[in-house]
């Protein structure tokens, strides 16, 4: 990112909205909003120079920008493909077989977790829980979820995403 960072000016006004929302000497609590203005805004990820420029736009340290950042599994800290597939694998998705989706993902797009297939279309992210228990196995895509998860459903949902008709927003 060798370019200057910087939010385009009708984003910079909604950063300062949100800056707004916190009290006087509180700006620091609009940390993880404006990371995720910041991921969408520079390419679905976090380089440094972004949190660098994040930590200036706040007036904190960019280690306080980074803790926070690094520590979150929504926000990405290198490119990931137009579409992230947040598979959850924790307890009740285990045990219904997140595990097994997430095999035939891996097979099907010939990509490791963390990985993303070479056409840049998909990134595969195991996630923890996503709160979304009842509904075993699921992934989040973009903002939404898809539930009851099978073999089928998911080479339905890649099918879509390569045709360009998966909603991310």
Known sequence: MSETIAFKPETLDQ???IIARYPEGKHKSALIPILHVAQKEFGGWLAVPVMDYVAEVLNIKPIEVYE???FYSMFNM???GKYVLE????GPCMLN?????????RSSLN???GETTPDGLFTLKPA???GACGYAPMMQLGKFYHENLTKEKVDEILELCRQGQVALD
């Open 15 to 17: 950063v300062h909205q």
């Open 68 to 70: 926070v950042a690094t």
């Open 78 to 80: 290198k490119p990931v």
């Open 87 to 90: 598979v959850c694998r924790t």
């Open 97 to 105: 077989g997140s595990e097994k989706i997430l095999d035939h993902l």
């Open 111 to 113: 990509i490791k977790d």
């Open 128 to 130: 923890e829980c996503l």
